[in-house]
């Protein structure tokens, strides 16, 4: 006969087969269950994402409708800059200066822009340099009187002062340039005070003087040439800045112009 272990041993295993069928029926339903479950959810997600897809293709339609518009609105801007600044200068001395660090193709598109299309004369171009620095070990920084005195020859040299040639009717003075990172600290006061003392002297020779400098800079000048009574335009990277800039040079107008929050106007006013 089985001894008392064997039924032990039957036993546990008819209670072991009953626990795995158990647990496998009980997987079997939620397995049913989490399906739907699941199915429900990607249901939802399928539809979520069809509306996602609904508004970005209308999104993209606005996109590209505005698109179209501003094309066509920078193409009528430069239609109309090109009937303001035609000609207009025809015959007239302009000295072109760009600040430090003012790049290159700007200067270039206002030059292309004060000569080719408006007519002006080019009497000189001058690029300034940055504030001079003084060697004094730790405390390396511009050295702000030669930086001053530096400009006031500048200055002197733009209104022939210092050669035989005939001073320019008008003076067009190009900043907002934006200082690297490795700039020692103090350059742009120095700048400031080197830049006000070279404007004083344009002023004081009774030369148009205007200012400008492009709309993609941090840093504004706008408040220094306001405070001297300089006209100047914020946005000369563009059609309608440099615009602008040829419509100043042929007027007596004051005021700040452009696009920036210190702009009083977006565009000068025709002359007189």
Do not use: C, K
């Not at 996602?52 to 009528?76: H, K, M, N, V, Y």
């Not at 598109?109 to 004094?136: F, K, M, R, W």
């Amino acid at each position: 006969m089985p001894d008392l272990r064997y039924h032990v041993i039957s036993l546990i295993s008819v209670f072991l087969a009953l626990s795995i069928g158990l647990l496998l029926g009980i997987a079997l339903a939620d397995r049913g269950v989490i399906t739907d479950q699941l199915q429900s959810e990607v249901t939802n997600i399928q539809r979520q994402l069809d509306d996602q897809r609904e508004l970005i293709a209308e999104r993209d339609g606005r996109i590209a409708e505005l698109e179209e518009r501003t094309s066509a609105d920078e193409q009528l801007m430069q239609d109309l800059a090109d009937t303001v600044v035609s000609a207009s200068l025809n015959g007239v001395d302009v000295a072109l200066v760009s600040g430090p660090w003012v790049e290159e193709q700007l200067v270039q598109d206002i030059q292309q822009t004060l000569t080719s299309e408006a007519g002006a004369d080019l009497a000189s171009y001058t690029s300034l340099p940055p504030p001079t620095v003084e060697d004094a070990g730790p405390a390396t920084g511009p050295d702000r009187l030669e930086t001053r005195i530096l400009y006031l020859q500048e200055a002197r040299e733009v209104l022939g002062l210092t050669t035989d040639a005939d001073s320019p009717e008008v003076i067009v003075f190009v900043g907002g340039g934006e200082p690297p990172p490795e700039t020692p600290e103090g350059s742009l006061e120095a700048l400031e005070e080197a830049q006000r003392a070279m404007l004083e002297v344009w002023q004081e020779a009774g030369v148009r003087v205007v200012t400008a400098q492009p709309s993609y800079t941090e840093r504004n000048e706008v408040p220094l040439f306001e405070e001297l009574g300089i006209p100047s335009v914020d946005n000369a990277d563009r059609a309608a800045g440099q615009a602008a800039v040829v419509q100043l040079a042929n007027s007596t107008e004051d005021g700040a112009y452009g696009t920036r929050s210190t702009a009083s106007e977006p565009f000068p006013p025709a002359p007189s």
